[in-house]
């Protein structure tokens, strides 16, 4: 089946253009490279121009009197922050110096983990609970698994700034769309749309639904950031 998927694809596709995808593909995923800490970097700058760009002229514009700077700047810095510890931190790489302690911090259960296993690549017996990872050529102490978005393994020296990153990162997300909610909430009711009425073909007046409103408020929103 995956031959035959791929004899179709290289019949609309040059090879060329193959190989060179799976080069580039290859290297995204299968080598250490920036390229998705690039990507994050960028989606980040993105997400706050908006927020500086749409969502600040229309919370200053309502309120005034309220910081709303304060709170999406703490958290990006707390993001950032622990972004960098995480793509800058040792994981627990475990060496020939190091290999002694490592191997004494978890005994073997004979079954998962056994003495006689040899790391091919590091030329040692591996510790219990421990994993060669291809992309960064080394093993590693309670090895969890390869981030792509900080190009750094995720093991039991750095784990606690992983948990931290994604924390940071989903209140981050959650403030962002607060801050959304609230200005789209603001524009109905400063602009009076959530009391509109709307006449039907027979003359009669209902309240403004949901699907107008929402419609509405993005014409108003395009109409403001413009």
């Known amino acids: 089946m995956k031959n035959t998927i791929s004899k179709g694809l290289l019949f609309f596709i040059p090879k060329s253009v193959v190989d060179w995808s799976s080069k580039i593909f290859h290297y995204v995923y299968f080598q250490r490279n920036p390229t998705m800490q690039i990507v994050f970097g960028t989606l980040v700058l993105c997400g706050h121009a908006i927020v500086v760009i749409d969502i600040f002229p229309i919370l200053y514009g309502i309120y005034h009197d309220d910081n ?17 510890k995480l793509c800058n931190a040792d994981p627990g790489e475990i060496t020939q110096n190091n290999h002694a302690l490592f191997i004494s911090i978890y005994a073997f259960d004979g079954v998962l983990y056994k003495k006689k296993t ?18 960064c050529n080394r093993c590693v102490h309670r090895f969890d698994h390869h981030c792509v978005w900080t190009n750094n393994c995720i093991g039991a020296l750095n784990n606690h ?20 909610l609230r200005s789209i909430i603001a524009i109905a009711h400063f602009s009076g749309m959530v009391h509109a009425m709307i006449m039907e073909s027979d003359g009669k007046m209902i309240p403004v639904s949901l699907s107008a409103l929402v419609q509405n408020m993005e014409l108003h929103m395009v109409i403001h950031s413009s």
């Open 68 to 84: 709303h700077v304060l709170v999406p700047m703490l958290l990006l810095f707390l993001n950032l922050l622990a972004f960098y």
């Open 118 to 135: 040899v790391c091919k690549t590091c030329n040692f017996v591996k510790p219990a609970r421990s994993k060669h990872c291809s992309i």
């Open 161 to 180: 700034y992983f948990i931290a990153f994604l924390l940071t990162l989903i209140m981050m997300c959650l403030n962002g769309f607060y801050m959304a």
